[in-house]
T-cell receptor
Framework: GAVVSQHPSRVICKSGTSVKIECRSL??????MFWYRQFPKKSLMLMAT?????????EQGVEKDKFLINHASLTLSTLTVTSAHPEDSSFYIC???????????FGQGTRLTVV | GENVEQHPSTLSVQEGDSAVIKCTYS??????FPWYKQELGKRPQLIID?????GEKKDQRIAVTLNKTAKHFSLHITETQPEDSAVYFC?????????????FGKGTLLTVNP
């Protein structure tokens, strides 16, 4: 099946710093990628839809200035958590649909811890 | 937008028993319903899916049923094994403009006791 790779898998950063998470589609082109946030023992909450070459679409309640999304190519989307605070600590996962296939392919996830 | 409800939130069964997880959705335009298994700290893995033009699909010990009229779908796992223990998510896919969007249920923590 299609492969989506996410990096880094774990990151620890200090409060006030920014962290960039990369999501790559390795064997297909993804015009659209999705970013989710998952709290412990909770469901995947869609944060935003990343569209190649245009602005991301954010879900209600998600701060677009805090969670910067860039989808500069058909195989790469990045999520930057700016001025991170401990409450931003979470598991972030990206996913992508492959053209003509209905299933979503997920990255490995990134465990962000802000200290 | 779409709303997906999933029950139960936790389910404990004995090895060899069956497990059933149920989901309902609100948007009649949803046309694809995947089920994901997620182990702790790992990515969700697709285990089975069903399209809206099919009522039932089976893959070995796993089956999914869909009732479009009632807008609900269910996951059935037979002959459960300890390795089936994980969190299971249902989802419904809708189209928003030119994009597809997946809405997930809250998840079911399945524990299979040896």
């Amino acid at each position: 099946g299609a492969v989506v790779s996410q990096h880094p898998s774990r990151v620890i950063c200090k409060s006030g710093t920014s962290v960039k998470i990369e999501c790559r589609s390795l064997d297909f082109q993804a015009t659209t990628m999705f970013w989710y946030r998952q709290f412990p023992k909770k469901s995947l909450m869609l944060m935003a839809t990343s569209n190649e070459g245009s602005k991301a679409t954010y879900e209600q309640g998600v701060e677009k200035d805090k969670f910067l999304i860039n989808h500069a190519s058909l195989t790469l989307s990045t999520l930057t958590v700016t001025s991170a605070h401990p409450e931003d600590s979470s598991f972030y996962i990206c996913s992508a649909f492959r053209t003509l296939q209905p299933e979503a392919f997920f990255g490995q996830g990134t465990r962000l811890t802000v200290v | 937008g779409e709303n997906v409800e999933q029950h139960p939130s936790t389910l404990s069964v004995q090895e060899g028993d069956s497990a059933v997880i149920k989901c309902t959705y609100s948007d009649s335009a949803s046309n694809y319903f995947p089920w994901y298994k997620q182990e702790l700290g790992k990515r969700p893995q697709l285990i089975i899916d069903i399209r809206s033009n099919v009522g039932e699909k089976k893959d070995q010990r796993i089956a999914v049923t869909l009732n479009k009229t009632a807008k609900h779908f269910s996951l059935h796992i037979t002959e459960t094994q300890p390795e089936d223990s994980a969190v299971y998510f249902c989802a419904a896919r809708t189209r928003e403009g030119s994009n597809y969007k997946l809405t997930f249920g809250k998840g079911t923590l399945l524990t299979v006791n040896p």
